[in-house]
């Protein structure tokens, strides 16, 4: 693109799920947006049975929104009810406990879908609605006092108003706005699959907890198929990563313990290492941070891509304002706004998910039994039950307004 061509008002970096829900979001409010970045590998039946997203109720909203909801809608499982089993051995052994969308007069918190799917879909009609989707990398962004300009791997540089950074843990556009982050370790893998089991799990996610790591299940569109979601030490992952799906099966038999029945199969198995990171700013510079390039968030609670997807409908809500104003999409003021909008959300999510996840690990008694406490505090207390779950299912304070424009079912 020649200097002299009218600079468009964003470029959004990167292709995952957060980037492109973005760059849809923010075509919807009418900015121009540009998207750059690798385009995400095809959904092959293999990448399909490995990782899924659960998407909370606001994020389904958004989808339908960005109308790409149809096209996932048979693919994905409803959410209708979570289920806490507490296996470990605490002094305080937690009751057994069952969190059911129906007591919030919901039909389901949310619904599952492969992550390839899903990203695949949004790349699909990013395609179909953006002016230009340029598939290559960005190798560094410099700020001139009216626009961003991004040096791609390949070709002209691109010029915008606004850097959306939407390119993950690593993000170089995080880097060049000069934003740091503070990191959290775990000493923690995940290890995602799928299986098929012989007894329905009637669309109920289980997460269950022992010493040292948890399993979550969680329901695909097949009542007898489930995803896995196996966190524990890291030696221990890599091992049942290279087990022999037989030897695998056993292990994990024995681990869910007649759960949903007798294993018939188990699908390709992938290993994530479990991060945590929050940005010290989710903005400067004529960037916003989206997604995984602001915060990582252990994969409990279905939290990480929720959030990023909360970014990317709040930054258009902000872009909004800006353009209706006729100011700046990259000026301090819309920057400070997405901050404002975003940090409590960010910070509840992170410092909540990390104090789960520690709460999990732990193997100190007293708070372990401060844990059983409050699952037997939830089991007996309906209205303390009902609190919770509105606060997993979206921050307490208003959803941007893309979440709440979808067509009701
Ligand atoms: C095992 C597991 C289970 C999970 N389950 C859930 C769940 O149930 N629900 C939930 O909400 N979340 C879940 N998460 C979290 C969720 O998967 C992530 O939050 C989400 O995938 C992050 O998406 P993203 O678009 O921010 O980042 P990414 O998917 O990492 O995308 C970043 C993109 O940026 C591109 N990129 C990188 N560098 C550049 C560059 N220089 N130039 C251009 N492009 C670049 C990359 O190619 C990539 O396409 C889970 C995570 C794990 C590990």
Redesign the pocket.
């Known amino acids: 693109m020649s200097p002299t061509k009218p600079v468009p008002d964003v470029a959004v970096?990167?292709?995952?799920?957060?980037?492109?829900?973005a760059a849809l979001a923010l075509a919807h409010i009418g900015a121009e947006v540009v998207a750059?970045?690798?385009p995400?590998l095809p959904a092959t039946k293999s990448a399909l049975e490995t990782?899924?997203?659960?998407?909370?109720t606001s994020?389904v909203d958004l989808l339908k929104t960005l109308d790409v909801w149809p096209a996932l809608e048979r693919h994905a499982a409803p959410l209708q009810a979570i289920r806490i089993i507490d296996a470990s051995r605490s002094l305080i052994r937690a009751p057994e406990i069952e969190f059911r969308a129906d007591e919030l007069g919901l039909p389901a918190f949310g619904y599952?879908v492969a992550?390839s799917l899903l990203?695949e879909t949004l790349y699909a009609r990013a395609q179909a609605v953006l002016p230009a989707v340029i598939a290559?990398?960005?190798?560094e962004i410099t700020v001139e006092p009216n626009k961003a300009v991004l040096t791609l791997?390949k070709g002209e540089p691109l010029f915008a108003r606004l850097v959306v950074a939407?390119?993950?843990?690593?993000?170089?556009?995080r880097k060049c706005a000069g934003i740091g982050v503070t990191e959290r370790s775990y000493d923690q893998a995940?290890?995602?699959a799928s299986f098929t089991h012989a007894r329905a799990h009637e669309n109920v996610s289980t997460e269950l907890h022992r010493e040292g790591g948890s399993v979550t299940t969680?329901p695909l569109p097949d009542p007898h198929a489930s995803s896995l979601?196996w966190v524990g030490p890291p030696a221990e992952m890599a091992r049942l990563v290279r087990l022999d799906v037989e030897s695998f099966v056993d292990a994990l038999a024995q681990r869910l313990d007649g759960l949903l029945g007798a294993i018939s199969s188990v699908g390709a198995r992938?290993e994530?290492?479990?991060a945590g990171l929050v940005a010290d700013r989710l903005a400067a510079r004529r960037t916003a941070l989206?997604?995984?390039?602001g915060h990582?968030?252990p994969?409990i609670g279905?939290?990480?891509?929720?959030?990023?997807?909360r970014d990317a409908a709040s930054l258009a809500d902000c872009v909004a304002d800006a353009l209706h104003a006729g100011r700046d999409p990259g000026g301090d003021d819309v920057l400070d706004a997405y901050r404002r909008a975003r940090q409590f959300d960010v910070m509840t999510r992170t410092l909540g998910v990390d104090l789960l996840s520690r709460s999990l690990l732990t193997s100190l008694p007293p708070l372990q039994a401060a844990r059983g406490l409050v699952l037997h505090g939830l089991k007996a207390l309906a209205l303390l039950r009902r609190a919770v779950m509105c606060v997993g299912l979206a921050p307490p304070t208003e959803l941007p307004s893309l979440m709440r424009r979808a067509a009701p079912d």
Not at 14 to 19: K, V
């Open positions: 970096v990167g292709l995952g799920p957060s980037g492109l829900a750059v970045g690798p995400p990782r899924t997203a659960a998407l909370l994020s599952n992550n990203t290559v990398g960005v190798n791997s939407a390119d993950g843990r690593l993000s170089i556009c995940a290890l995602a969680v979601i992938a994530f290492k479990v989206v997604g995984e390039a990582i968030l994969p279905a939290q990480g891509l929720n959030l990023g997807l």
